[in-house]
């Protein structure tokens, strides 16, 4: 069975399409078989892709509302062979009022994931929001990883999504679900991105991923163009940085 990991934080701007994308061509390149799934309804995923996501014959919204649609319907390819996506775009802000009266309006995409077969690692792209859509992806993934950009407010939505897995966890039985990473993002060496990084190793200890991600121009530019940064600048540091973190993410 896939590993299924969601990538999270309430606070916008984290670096949480970053690392999907990124750490999923990786791992694709490492031999593994990966699937994105992209649950923001701002459709990042396929756009950092070059994907035109109001074209795209089915978004997640389809499957998700749809209890018919299977999900590997809404699969599509990539310039990676061994890598996956399955896009979102703005009709997803209108799921909720789409299922609201659903008994398994929580469930929805756990149904639909349990489905897919195929894969060694799925990994989920959230919204920077908390509601039904988060509570969809803490409910079908068993890992959550939480990168958080240097500042204080970061620091908050991290704060944040903590006390929401305990909910789940609580609400719903969902003893599986754990923190497997925080990633701090987004670094520059200035004396408040030191302070968030001590209180993040002292509060996260080993959970803390080894791999600070920097600021580098070319992780930005390369979304720009509609690649990974190991297609866009191989030779980067930052695509070291996030060749080291997908390292760290395979090796859980
Ligand atoms: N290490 C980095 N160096 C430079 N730019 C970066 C880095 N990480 C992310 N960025 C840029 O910062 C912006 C925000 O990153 P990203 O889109 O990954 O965040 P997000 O958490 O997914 O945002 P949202 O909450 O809006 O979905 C993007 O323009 C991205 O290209
Ligand atoms: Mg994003």
Known sequence: MARRIAFINEKGGTGKTTLVLNIGDYIARQGQKVLLVDMDPQGHIGKSL????????YSIFDVLIEKTLPLKDAILPTCNGNLKIVVSNKLLTDLTINIAKDADRHIK?????DEVEGFDFILIDS???LGLLTVNILLAAEEIIIPVSMTYLA???CAEIISSINLVRKNFGHEGIHISKVIPTLYRDTPLANAVLNRLMAHFGEKLSKTVLRFDDK???SQSFGK????????S???????????????L
Not at 238 to 251: F, I, R, Y
């Open 219 to 221: 992780i930005d530019q």
């Open 127 to 129: 919204p920077p929001s």
């Open 50 to 57: 070059g994907v035109d996501v109001q074209c795209a014959r």
């Open 237 to 251: 540091e930052g695509a070291e940085l996030l060749a080291n973190l997908g390292k760290e993410v395979m090796n």
């Open 155 to 157: 620091l908050d939505g």
């Open 109 to 113: 995409l756990k149904e639909k994931l």
């Open 228 to 235: 990974t940064v190991f297609e866009f600048a191989p030779n």
